[in-house]
């Protein structure tokens, strides 16, 4: 009865609107017709333009209100799928779309989530798909880490398909990681041939010369995410090339990585350059910045990254900034952070803390410009009530705070002045807003459309 009462309401917006002015259309569309089936929505739109098309010769603008429906839903459903996707990473709404809760917690036995409980509903939990580094259980509930497949530990299927070698066989491995030769078991792809008498696959694989020729050494490893991977000279081991001929021990057991003809031929991973001699690499913010990992000033045995002229032609990486010299690299987040009781200089000629340098530089990401230009502060302590970053005090205005976005992952309160994290809308745990409204089960809801 329900459905069909909405229906007959929907007709009568349709025949309603088809009165107005076709130029009104799109600013009274009634959205809450996209709610129903677009297509029923369209048709019956369509019916009534043919029954008055004999009018004032209307036809041509009842084609175009059809198609302003169409659109207008299509639109709406946009913007409801884009909101679908401001859940937290590794996190899903609940079917009520109040809160989010995290994919592990999918029809894991536990107590419910969600106030509607559908984290715990088995049909819910069977449509939602797990991200690439976890993979569906056996009976499509759960989700359980890749990582883990088969490792004869934790288990984390409720029907313990993750532990089953013919379950295990047909899943792939995440990323940063290589099936062992048989096809269960995974393990860190930079353990390739790395200890011999040491193994990582119960088969012994991951030490076999032959095997570890025809694997591939990962973009980033399974563990800290270092990028820049190589195969040593022999093809069975893998070294980080950010380590090439740095004077430490060598990685490779054939000692290539400390070969100066061999790390020539080497690239840096990213956010890393060669030294002059072209054969070591370091971490471009280490250029001229007076001192090293080693507890010396350079981190180029041949010191080229402390030589001005050199330090000269190169960018610095990402969220850094040359000093006025333009020689050294500090990080965006110490322009002008010093206090007057503090003075904080990074910059050998001090321009890290003139206001002047600091009002042509953009702030590091996640964080926005003060009132006064010169400062920054991080975004998720916009107006948070807690330590002052600006000088002026405009983080903790409420005038300033209105006027500025919250940081990725956050959202405003009620009030349009505090932001809280997305995660904890509805959570019934912490209350972050002063007014309340982070657990106001109407304002959660309607927060996923902002």
Not at 97 to 114: K, M, N, Q, V
Not at 150 to 173: A, E, L
Not at 220 to 247: E, H, I, P, V, Y
Not at 416 to 434: K, M, N, R
Request: glycine share 6%; charged share 30%.
């Amino acid at each position: 009865m329900e459905a069909i009462k909405m229906k007959i309401s929907a007709k009568r917006e349709i025949v309603h609107l088809a009165s107005l002015n076709v130029e009104m259309v799109s600013i009274v569309f009634p959205s809450h017709l996209c709610v129903m089936d677009r297509k029923f929505i369209v048709r019956m739109a369509v019916m009534r333009m043919m029954n008055f098309a004999k009018v004032a010769n209307m036809t041509l603008k009842f084609v175009y209100y059809a198609f302003l429906v169409f659109v207008n839903c299509s639109i709406l459903k946009s913007r409801v799928d884009a909101a679908d996707k401001r859940c937290p990473d590794n996190y899903i709404r609940c079917r009520d779309g109040i809160r989010c809760f995290p994919f592990t917690s999918l029809c894991d036995g536990t107590t419910a989530i969600c106030k509607d409980s559908s984290d715990k509903d088995p049909e819910f939990c069977r449509a939602q798909t797990c991200p690439s580094t976890h993979a569906k259980c056996r009976d499509g509930i759960q989700c359980f880490p890749l990582r883990d497949l088969c490792d004869g530990k934790t288990t984390y299927c409720r029907d313990q398909s993750d532990k089953d070698p013919d379950f295990c066989r047909d899943q792939n491995c995440e990323p940063g990681y290589t099936k062992c030769r048989d096809g269960v078991h995974c393990f860190m792809s930079q353990w390739l041939c790395d200890r011999a008498g040491s193994y990582d696959c119960p088969d012994h694989s991951d030490e076999d010369p032959e095997f570890c020729e025809q694997q591939s050494c990962p973009e980033f490893d399974g563990w800290d995410g270092w990028n820049g991977w190589k195969k040593c000279r022999d093809g069975k081991q893998c070294f980080n090339a950010n380590s090439l001929c740095d004077g430490d021990p060598a990685y490779c057991k054939d000692e290539s990585d400390l070969d100066p003809d061999f790390c020539k031929n080497q690239s840096c991973g990213e956010g890393y350059i060669k030294c002059r001699d072209g054969n070591e690499c370091f971490p471009l913010w280490g250029l001229c910045d007076g001192g090293s990992r080693r507890g010396t000033m350079f981190n180029c045995n041949d010191w080229s990254d402390e030589d001005p002229a050199f330090c000269r032609v190169h960018e610095c990486a990402n969220d850094y900034v040359k000093c006025r010299d333009g020689i050294q690299c500090i990080n965006r987040k110490h322009l002008c952070d010093g206090t007057k009781w503090y003075s904080k200089i990074d910059c050998a000629d001090n321009s890290d803390e003139d206001p002047e340098f600091c009002k042509l530089h953009a702030c590091a990401s996640g964080h926005s410009k003060c009132r006064d230009g010169i400062h920054c502060f991080p975004d998720v302590s916009l107006c948070d009530g807690r330590r002052h970053f600006c000088p002026d005090g405009s983080d903790k205005n409420e005038d300033f705070c209105k006027e500025r976005s919250c940081a990725s992952g956050f959202t405003k309160c009620r009030d349009g002045i505090h932001c809280f994290p997305y995660a904890s809308l509805c959570d019934g745990q912490e209350v972050y807003c002063a007014d309340g409204s982070d657990e106001d089960d109407e304002f959660c809801k309607a927060a996923w459309f902002k």
